[in-house]
């Protein structure tokens, strides 16, 4: 009888327990809405000279993923991660980074603590983050250009929906 009782009462436990609306259990399986937003506008390339990887680049365009907090009005923005073994002297006198030919306005450097840090994909222990800002475009089709010299450079392509 206590057997009936005891199976009784954790079957009831369990039923009920399924039906709380979030728990951590659920939480795991639901997803990332950011996530999956930031991987549809990130490209990512690697630098490559001989057989050997110079440098790999990761950009999220961030005006699609936080259209809030990035707006198209101002300026074009980029989550760009490069992990590289060049020192930083040699890496700061020889890459160029341009969107559709145009020069950054700003490099701001972004912290392992920062939100967007983690809320981006493909980041790693090793890479460097920054957030560009570029001039404000109405192009559909935006392609940066990260080289570093003599080592040569890659192209990442980018299409917008149309603007609104």
């Not at 057997?3 to 954790?10: D, G, Q, Y």
């Not at 079957?11 to 950011?34: H, R």
């Not at 073994?85 to 912290?111: A, C, T, W």
């Not at 559909?140 to 990260?146: E, G, P, S």
């Amino acid at each position: 009888m206590k057997k009936k009782f005891l199976l009784a009462a954790m079957a009831l436990m369990l039923s009920l327990g399924g039906c709380s609306p979030k728990n951590q259990v659920t939480q795991l399986f639901e997803p990332d809405k950011i996530y999956e937003k930031a991987l549809v506008y990130t490209r990512e390339d690697q630098v490559v000279r001989g057989l050997e990887t110079k440098a790999a680049i990761t950009a999220t365009l961030l005006n699609e993923v936080f259209p809030d907090r990035y707006s198209d009005d101002d300026g074009t923005f980029f989550f760009v991660g490069i992990v590289t073994e060049l020192d930083v002297e040699e890496f700061k006198k020889n890459y160029h980074i341009r969107l559709n030919g145009m020069e950054p306005l700003s490099i701001e450097k972004v912290q392992e603590t920062d939100d967007i840090y983690k809320l981006m994909p493909n980041v790693n222990r090793w890479g460097k983050y920054f957030i560009v800002k570029f001039p404000s475009t109405a192009a559909t089709r935006l392609a940066i250009d990260f080289g570093i010299y003599p080592y040569g450079s890659v192209r990442l392509d980018f299409q917008r929906p149309k603007r609104r």
